[in-house]
């Protein structure tokens, strides 16, 4: 009796020490869970990466310790380390369906992603960094840093980033398919702190080569189908850019830009020397037209045989045909066609201004709402006895968009006639400023 009682106890134990140590190992491996999960998010990847290993170690067949180590390889850019990662998910025996499905969507998932050439972490030398994609989709990234020499704000991804003096910069990276569609973001860390002697040697090099860099760099580049300018400085130009009598237009990320309608923001004075009824919002006037040289030209006429497409709160208009007039002599001028936009957005509450006088300091301005034009002209926004659907001639300085590039004021043929009482039974209204 008494050996059967220590054979119960004896049992008793044992299955406790089991069911305590399957606790401890549970509790273990969430533990390394939590810490990756920490690190990960303060950007220290290789400290996530030790804890996950941790988790892996203490249990084979933990699907989210890989799951997790595969999206910190993907998150600072070491793409063949995640899919190496994921791969041996699928040697794990039981593995579920799901966690299949999963797994090998993101093994495909990585060739959306952006590789990025170093590591996170501290370095005592300038380093350059290169971005690339398997795909070879375009490659927008962020730059965030005290120095704002070096910060960068979504810019498409041309050549390596330098970075060669003290600071702390987080780079933000993903890639913009065909189809305009943003894929999953890498985002990393580096602490460039300059020993003595490279500083020095950055200085000089800074120094003396300056001038012969920007000798050699400056001038177009071409990159892929895209067109780029580095100006004297060394920096790329950004809005229009006169090179000899032509004058060219370049984005906020310096790409030349091509049959395209370019606008200015009016400004400061310009603002209450135009006379223009929008003059509380942030406004734009047409600069010209980039065809598809990339040249600017002069704008004389929007003009469109096309449809207009009724969009809720604004109007589409079509097959919009850009011409520039040339000066030939005396009172003869040539009209040419320089290009075409695909549409232009003109909202429902613009001003379609018909008739507009200024005399003693007043201005007398008549104007249709364009949804009130639209439907007084038959279908019309800027009407006319022929056949299109807009035309904007004599009165090209009128056009003024607003910061969403959709037209807010413009000048219109004087078509819908007002009552005998001048003010109007179909929209019509008289402004005198």
């Known amino acids: 009796?008494?050996?059967?009682?220590?054979?119960?106890?004896?049992i008793l134990a044992l299955v406790g020490i089991l069911l305590i140590g399957c606790k401890g190992k549970?509790?273990?491996?969430?533990?390394?869970?939590?810490?990756?999960?920490?690190?990960?998010?303060?950007?220290?990847?290789?400290?996530a990466i030790v804890a996950l290993n941790k988790a892996i170690k203490i249990d084979p067949k933990n699907v989210d310790a890989y799951k997790m180590l595969a999206e910190v390889y993907e998150k600072s850019g070491r793409l063949d380390d995640a899919r190496a990662t994921l791969e041996k998910v699928l040697d794990i025996d039981d593995l579920s369906s799901d966690n299949e499905d999963?797994?090998?969507?993101?093994?495909?998932?990585?060739?959306f992603l952006v590789a990025i050439s170093k590591l996170p972490g501290e370095y005592d030398e300038p380093?350059?960094?290169?971005?690339?994609?398997?795909?070879?989709?375009?490659?927008?990234?962020?730059?965030?840093?005290?120095?704002?020499?070096?910060?960068?704000?979504?810019?498409?991804?041309?050549?390596?980033?330098?970075?060669?003096?003290?600071?702390t910069y987080i780079v933000t990276t993903h890639t913009t398919d065909e189809n305009n569609v943003e894929h999953d973001e890498a985002k990393v860390k580096y602490v460039v702190?300059?020993?003595a002697g490279n500083k020095d040697k950055q200085a000089a090099k800074k120094e003396t080569e300056t001038t012969s860099s920007t000798e050699a760099t400056k001038g177009w580049k071409q990159v892929g189908d895209d067109w780029?300018?580095?100006?004297?400085?060394?920096?790329?130009?950004?809005?229009?850019?006169?090179?000899?009598?032509?004058?060219?237009?370049?984005?906020?990320?310096?790409?030349?830009?091509?049959?395209?309608?370019?606008k200015e923001k009016i400004e400061g004075s310009e603002i209450v020397d135009i006379d223009m009824l929008s003059k509380g919002e942030a406004v734009y006037y047409l600069y010209g037209?980039?065809?598809?040289?990339?040249?600017?030209?002069?704008?004389?006429?929007?003009?469109?045989?096309?449809?207009?497409?009724?969009k809720g709160n604004y109007y589409e208009v079509t097959d919009v045909q850009v011409i520039e007039s040339h000066h030939i002599s005396g009172s003869e001028f040539k009209e040419e066609l320089v290009g075409t936009v695909d549409s232009i957005k003109i909202r429902k509450d613009a001003y379609a201004i018909?008739?507009?006088?200024?005399?003693?300091?007043?201005?007398?301005?008549?104007?249709?709402?364009?949804?009130?034009?639209?439907?007084?002209?038959?279908?019309?926004?800027?009407?006319?006895?022929?056949?299109?659907?807009?035309?904007?001639?004599?009165?090209?300085?009128?056009?003024?968009?607003?910061a969403d590039g959709y037209i807010i004021e413009y000048g219109a043929t004087y078509y819908p006639s007002p009552d005998s009482n001048g003010s109007g039974d179909d929209g019509l209204v008289i402004v005198r400023q």
């Open 26 to 47: 549970a509790a273990r491996v969430q533990e390394q869970l939590d810490l990756g999960s920490k690190y990960m998010a303060e950007l220290d990847y290789e400290s």
């Open 228 to 262: 780029y300018y580095i100006k004297d400085d060394g920096e790329f130009a950004k809005g229009v850019l006169e090179e000899g009598k032509e004058e060219y237009y370049f984005d906020d990320s310096g790409k030349l830009v091509k049959n395209q309608l370019i």
């Open 1 to 10: 009796m008494y050996m059967k009682k220590i054979k119960l106890l004896f």
């Open 102 to 111: 999963e797994i090998n969507n993101r093994i495909k998932n990585l060739d």
């Open 127 to 167: 380093m350059a960094l290169e971005l690339s994609n398997a795909k070879n989709f375009k490659i927008y990234y962020t730059v965030e840093t005290e120095n704002n020499k070096f910060a960068v704000s979504n810019a498409e991804y041309i050549e390596p980033i330098l970075f060669d003096e003290d600071g």
């Open 193 to 195: 702190k300059l020993k």
């Open 289 to 310: 037209y980039a065809d598809a040289n990339g040249q600017i030209r002069g704008v004389s006429s929007l003009l469109s045989y096309g449809q207009i497409i009724d």
């Open 354 to 402: 018909v008739f507009e006088e200024t005399d003693n300091n007043v201005t007398e301005t008549w104007y249709y709402p364009a949804e009130a034009y639209y439907k007084a002209a038959g279908g019309k926004l800027s009407a006319d006895i022929n056949e299109e659907v807009f035309e904007e001639t004599d009165n090209i300085d009128m056009v003024v968009f607003d």
